[in-house]
Each structure stands twice: as C-alpha cells, then as structure tokens.
C-alpha cells in the first residue's frame, strides 16, 4: 500500500514538473510573439514615415513634371515664333536670288536651304542650325552685294551661237559678258516676256559693258559707268 502511494505522489510530481515546463513554454512562446508583434509595429511605423516621405517625393515630382510641361510648352511657343520669323527671312533670301541676276543661284540658295535642292519631303532643323545658315548666307549677300568679278564660261549668245565669253557682275543687279573675241557684248535684263539675255545692246551700253570688264580685270582705271539694272523690285515686293 505504501509502495503504490509512494508511486502516485511521484507520478503527480512528474505530471506537475511536466505542466510547469509546459507552462514556462507556453509563456516563452507568448513572449516571443508579443516581441514579434512589437518588431511588426516598429517595421509598420516606418513604413508610415517612408510612404509618408514618398508621398511628399510624389508630390514635389508632380510639381517638378508641371513645371517642366509649361517650360516645354513655353519653350516651344517660342520656338514656333523663331521658325516663323526665319521661315520668312528664308523666303525673302530665296526671292531675292531668285528675282536678281542668275549669278550661281543654285549653290546661294542651297546654302539658305539646303533641303529644298535634295529631296520634296521637309527636312528640319533646330533653331541655331537654322539661324546660322540665314547668318551665313546673308553675309555672303551682303559680300555679293559690295563687289564686283569676272569669269569665263559658255553661253549661247543668241541665234543658238554658244561662245566662250568674259561675264561680270556688279552686286546684285548688273550681270553682263563680253565674248573673247571683243566682237559682241549683252545684258541681262527685263524685257517682254520675262528676264533674257539682250544681245543687242545701244552704243552706250556696250561701250559701258566693256569699260566694266576693263574696269573689273584691272586693265583701267575706276570710273563712273552707267548700266541698267535686271532686278524687278515692284515684283519682288508683291510675291513678299
């Protein structure tokens, strides 16, 4: 009787050793989760200031996003203004050549536009391009403009006669030749039907003609000389 008694008392110690560990175990684990739970609401508030902080970043993007888009448009309202003034410095360069003397017009206005010598489709460029070819051109213009040369080429001299002649030019508006043989000189001028060659030109014109071409090749000295002009002003202004 005894024995037995002796062995439920130890049964009960080792069932109660067992519950307190299991206790302490119990306790352990709700330790270890309120730790968790308090590592969960440390990660959680900063979360809250990061999405706080992008939130803030989001909204100084917008604003920089908005700015820039007015910028943009801005910029690009007056880069419309820019092309349309140069547009229109380039239409009045190419009328001017093309209504003054046929003096390499072909080359002075593919040096103003390029793109319209080498294909139909437009061809764009950005405003310093743009503006340093309309800068370029009207400085060679202004050099055409202040001064005078000779050169020999053919030309047909009318009847479907081709000669070798002597041409001069004077600025813009005085186009002429003397053919080598000293025999015949013209004029480009305005005459019906057009701008033409005049192969029959009044004692007057032709003895100016040939006191340019001296005057021009250094075998005389400078003098007054007086010649008609070819460029049709009245026109030049209307097509404006």
Known sequence: MLRELRSVVQT?????????????????????????????????????IQEAQVDQDLARIEQDVSKLTSELQSHQSRQAQWQKSMDQWIRRGLLSVNAGIPFRQSQRCKLLAPQQQETAEPEYFNAAETLGRIWSFFQEEMRLAQSGETYTQPLNIGDQRVKYVQLFRLGHLVLGYLTEDGQETGLWLTQKGGKQW???????????????????????????????????????????
């Open 198 to 240: 005049q192969h029959n030109l009044t004692h007057k014109d032709d003895r100016a003609v040939r006191d340019a071409v001296e005057i021009l090749n250094r075998r005389q000295e400078p003098k007054f000389i007086s010649l008609p002009v070819s460029l049709q002003i009245d026109r030049l202004r209307e097509e404006e």
């Open 12 to 48: 009960l110690r080792e069932e109660r050793s067992a519950f307190y560990e299991k206790q302490q175990q119990f306790k352990s684990n709700i330790q270890q989760k309120r730790d968790d739970l308090a590592d969960l609401d440390s990660q959680l508030a900063e979360l809250r």
